[in-house]
């Protein structure tokens, strides 16, 4: 589905990115991990090209918080590779104090998890638009969440110590319009800006927490990071040429 194509995968060594880089490597892409995590970027890189003989996947450091960092990737890939043809905005910063509950948010602290991940993730799309406007095509892909669409339910939070940010509400929600919007500012140049709506992914959350959340789910309930790749490989790909602004949920029905 993705033969030689250049696919960059922001946050490609967390949780979900693995996945997203192992199923482009599937797929024939040629895969870019590009994280600020070093360490976990050449790791992640050596394991999947040990798994997949072919593979053709790189790893490139990257702060998605910094104008240079982004530009420097960018120049690297077109030396190298003489395009792009698509990248994931996948990465997921946040400060130390992210995660409190809403009355335990201190006005820096929001506005600083606000200016680091949708800040970050404007700065990334900004960038790499302004390259694929240049090369006469591009493809965007946001990761979303199901709590960019819905408000929580914040029952299901309850006897753990976990709870749904208030800064992840505004960060996702605010991400939908901004795909929205780069989709449509972009019309007539042959770039495509969707985004991707996951719910939950499993990992190690509270047994009480799993059982609450699947109720309100379909089938399955908490989703694995294979999960979303097949959506991910279709917007990636010439399937979806149709597909502009849009947003895809995959969620097991959570937010029906
Ligand atoms: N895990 C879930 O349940 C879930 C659910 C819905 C949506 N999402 C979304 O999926 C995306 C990925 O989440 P995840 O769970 O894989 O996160 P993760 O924490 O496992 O991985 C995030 C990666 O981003 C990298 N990163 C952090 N700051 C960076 C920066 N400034 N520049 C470049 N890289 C940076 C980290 O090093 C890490 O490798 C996020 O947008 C998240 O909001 C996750």
């Known amino acids: 589905m993705l033969l030689n194509r250049i696919i960059i995968v922001t946050g490609g060594a967390g949780l979900l990115g693995r996945s997203f880089c192992e199923e482009i490597i599937i797929n024939h892409g040629i895969c870019i991990i590009a994280d600020l995590n070093a360490e976990a970027g050449e790791q992640t890189q050596k394991e999947l090209q040990a798994k997949y003989a072919n593979a053709q996947v790189h790893f490139i450091h990257l702060n998605i ?10 120049e690297k890939l ?13 990465a997921y910063p946040r400060n130390k104090n992210y995660g409190r509950h809403y009355f335990d948010v201190e006005y820096a602290d929001f506005c600083e998890n606000i200016n680091i991940n949708l800040g970050g993730y404007f700065l990334v799309g900004q960038q790499f638009a302004a390259y694929f406007l240049k090369q006469g095509f591009g493809n965007i892909i946001n990761i979303s969440s199901i709590y960019g669409i819905i408000a929580p339910r914040f029952d299901i939070y309850d006897d753990t110590k976990m709870t749904m940010p208030v800064e992840y509400a505004v960060i996702k929600s605010g991400l939908l319009h901004l795909t929205k919007y780069m989709a449509k500012y972009f019309k007539g140049k042959n770039i495509r800006v969707n985004a991707i709506s996951l719910g939950g992914i499993k990992d190690a959350q509270p047994k009480s927490f799993l059982i609450k959340y699947r109720k309100l789910c379909l089938n399955k309930g908490m989703l694995n990071p294979q999960d979303i790749n097949g959506t991910l490989i279709f917007l990636l790909s010439i399937h979806s040429m149709a597909i502009n602004g849009q947003n895809i949920v995959v969620d097991d029905g959570y937010t029906l």
Do not use: M, P, Q
Not at 65 to 74: A, G, P, R, V
Not at 78 to 90: E, M, R
């Open 65 to 74: 918080n910094s104008k240079e960092s982004i530009i420097e990737l960018i």
């Open 78 to 90: 077109h030396i190298k590779f003489g395009k792009i043809d698509a990248v994931v905005n996948n």
